[in-house]
């Protein structure tokens, strides 16, 4: 065998040409599981070179048997996934709230794991579905692992647990044919939405552009159900559980959506992963809605029902510290693939209600993750396993890492002292809310559920004009792809009950005018909730345009001091440029040198970018002309509504794109290098909204 160069890489040739890559004690010998060191990873062991393979080959059949066994099921449901480490950062003590320990000395971090994911779709579905996204929060604490296991959207589809098999076998994929994957444009799902009242509420939260965040890093998160926080001396505060993204939220518009699956299906773990790897760490405010016993008596409805909120402006929401994701995980599959969120992982200071939603989801995520996980011992995996002491005496099962030293393996026992093993601790324990409860036995739906469209009508009427378009052209878009026409005009016919000229204009989008007649409510729609400025992402936009991305097109002879310019306004913004040229390889600027670039442009569509800016020079946007993903990069950004810097040399590819005479003020000329911070500045608004009048996609 002879040492080679192979490119950088130093190899050995073998004798049927295979290279060789071995370690010279400068990295760690490839040995099998059990630690023997392997001589050839490239051959298996063979009666002569071209002779059949022997069994006794041990490393083989390892390799080959490990690699059979790699997958385990996804996830019932939120399969598709993405996670990071941070840490939870307390702001004051709260012991008149909680004898929670996270939340007893300021300025006291704890280590913390995060999941979003989507719901409906498989594990390999791409991101930018549209969906509710799980926000699972792992707060490892010094009394044990406590799980906020949310969502991006404050209240649910279903009141009672009982219905959730029906809800998620509706909304995935149609069992005969297998598809839609990761959609809910289809006929079961709005089958059973149509039968289902209750879910309306939802519905215009996932009609919304809610479920179709830009980023991870720019959605809001929730508990949903109304949680206790207990104090030491045992009084009871009611509470809803709030992320507040740091830089504000942010959607995308959906023909965006459509295109960003086809472009980059990992849009938001890549922008996730860059964020964090790039060391801007995505935040978020934890925030408590504490009410008492007489305000939940006097609220207009129940909080055990978990497809209602109770408005910020009603109960205000009390900042009580941060969450900080800053470090990515070091494997995929031990990390995130393998954590199990639970609801009922819970620590003294916290406690359930009797949301009927909630005492389901406290059986279902512990049984499913034996099955996922293979079996009880899943709480040894690293990523499961409390960072504070833990003793117990759980032993053997499938994998068992951490079986109880000594003799004693139950209690009470007689051993005494170390021998004897844990006790329990009346002081330090868990102990549960002694609440009150009595009355019959009974399968029955309370009474003060029955209001399924008041506080659907309430969303709806906090949204601009523009954020009700969006779901109104929602609604039309998933209902003209289920097929019976009876579904359709029966997920209609509950509209008039929130807003009757939303269900006109959904009625004439699907053709049904004059066609439908209002579903009867089980209680009468209120009108007098009023808006609640909070539920609109528009009515609260970022301040600054830090986290986002822009995307400068260029070609070779492009102005260096103005792109320069424009990388140190994004820099002091927070913000990002990625260059996109006609080759990944780069551009030659006016002044000589090489700028490489990020993107080629048919790799770089600008459905990947906030804002983009347009700096060919005139013989680069001559060659462009002819190049269709360069008139796309233009066109795309303007009917998405982006803000658009550019240079004169850019006005042939905007006749190209057909927009030369559409220049609004989302168009900022860039003149020279002063004139970078102005385009940075008009980007902060992030979109053009008045421009939606002029297309329509
Ligand atoms: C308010 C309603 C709900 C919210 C906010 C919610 C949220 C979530 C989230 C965020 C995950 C993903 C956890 C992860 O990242 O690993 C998840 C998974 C899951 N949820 Fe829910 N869920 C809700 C309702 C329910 C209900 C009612 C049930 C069942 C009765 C349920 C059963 C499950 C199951 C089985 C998983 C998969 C867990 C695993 O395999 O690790 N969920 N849910």
Not at 356 to 368: A, E, I, M, V, W
Request: glycine share 8%; aromatic share 10%.
């Amino acid at each position: 065998m002879k040492q080679k160069k192979h490119g950088a890489e130093e190899v050995v040739r073998g004798k049927g040409g295979e290279l060789h890559q071995t370690s010279n004690g400068d990295v760690p010998i490839l040995t099998t599981q059990q630690g023997t060191p392997v001589s050839d990873d490239q051959n298996s062991l063979k009666v002569g070179p071209r002779g059949p393979s022997t069994l006794e080959d041990f490393h083989l059949r390892e390799k080959i048997f490990h690699f059979d066994h790699e997958r385990i099921p996804e996830r019932v449901v939120h399969a598709r996934g993405y996670g990071a480490h941070g840490y939870f950062e307390n702001y004051e003590p709260l012991p008149d709230i909680t004898a929670a320990d996270l939340f007893q000395r300021a300025g006291e971090k704890t280590p913390a794991f995060v999941r979003f994911s989507t719901v409906a779709g498989n594990k390999g579905s791409a991101d930018l579905a549209r969906d509710v996204r799980g926000f699972a929060v792992k707060l490892y604490t010094q009394q044990g692992n406590w799980d906020i296991v949310g969502n991006n959207i404050p209240v649910f589809f279903i009141q009672d647990a009982i219905k959730f098999p029906d809800l998620i076998h509706a909304a995935k994929a149609e069992p005969d044919r297998d598809f839609p994957q990761a959609q809910t444009a289809h006929d079961n799902f709005w089958d059973f939405i149509s039968l289902m009242p209750e879910s309306m509420h939802m519905i215009m939260w996932v009609m919304s552009d809610r479920a179709i965040p830009r980023s991870f890093r720019f959605m809001e998160g929730f508990g949903v159900h109304t949680y206790r926080l207990v104090t030491a001396q045992g009084k009871s505060t009611f509470v809803k559980f709030h992320w507040k993204p740091k830089l504000g939220m942010q959607s995308v518009v959906w023909n965006e959506a459509l295109k960003i699956n086809g472009a980059d299906p990992d849009f938001h773990r890549r922008d996730l992963w860059n964020a964090i790897q790039s060391g801007s760490y995505p935040e978020w405010e934890l925030g408590l809605q504490l009410f008492d016993d007489a305000f939940a008596d006097s609220f207009d409805f129940d909080i055990l029902d978990a497809t209602k909120i109770i408005p910020e402006e009603q109960v205000p929401i009390r900042k009580v510290g941060r969450l900080v994701l800053d470090r990515c995980v070091d494997n995929f599959f031990a990390e995130t693939e393998q954590v199990a969120f639970c609801t009922n992982n819970i620590i003294p200071g916290v406690d359930f209600t009797n949301d009927p939603l909630l005492q389901g989801r406290n059986f279902s995520y512990l049984d499913t993750q034996v099955k996922r996980l293979g079996g009880p011992n899943f709480t040894h995996i690293p990523i499961n396993a409390p960072k504070c002491p833990f003793h117990n005496f759980q032993q053997d099962g499938h994998m068992a890492m951490i079986n109880p030293k000594g003799r004693a393996n139950y209690e009470p026992n007689s051993w005494g002292g170390v021998e004897g093993g844990p006790r329990e601790s009346h002081d330090v324990g868990f102990h549960s809310f002694p609440a009150e409860e009595k009355g019959r036995k009974v399968r029955e739906r309370s009474g003060s559920f029955a209001d399924h469209y008041s506080q659907a009508r309430q969303f709806y009427m906090s949204q601009t004009k523009v954020e009700q378009g969006h779901i109104a052209e929602a609604l039309i878009f998933e209902l003209s792809k289920v097929e019976k026409p009876a579904i359709r005009a029966r997920v209609v016919s509950h509209l008039p009950n929130i807003d009757p000229k939303l269900a006109d204009r959904v009625a004439k989008g699907l053709g049904l005018q004059g066609k439908v007649q209002s579903a009867t409510a089980a209680v009468e729609p209120r009108k007098d909730l009023r808006p609640s400025k909070a539920l609109s992402i528009a009515l609260n936009p970022p301040k600054t345009f830090a986290g986002r991305k822009v995307g400068a097109l260029v070609t070779d002879g492009v102005d260096r001091s103005l792109l320069d310019a424009l990388k140190q306004e994004l820099d002091a913004e927070g913000a990002m440029l990625e260059v996109v040229a006609p080759t990944v390889g780069g551009v030659q600027a006016t002044d000589g040198t090489l700028i490489e670039a990020d993107q080629k442009i048919g790799g770089g569509p600008s459905v990947l970018y906030d804002a983009i800016a347009v700096l060919p020079s005139v013989e680069g946007a001559a060659l462009l002309l002819k190049n269709a993903a360069a008139k796309d990069f233009i066109s795309d950004a303007f009917a998405h509504l982006k803000f658009i810097g550019w240079v004169q040399a850019a006005m042939p590819l905007f006749e190209k794109a057909g927009i030369a005479g559409d220049l609004d003020e989302g168009f900022i000329e860039l003149t020279g290098p002063k004139t970078a911070a102005q385009f940075v500045a008009s980007c902060r608004k992030l979109r053009l909204w008045q421009r939606e009048q002029a297309v329509t996609t």
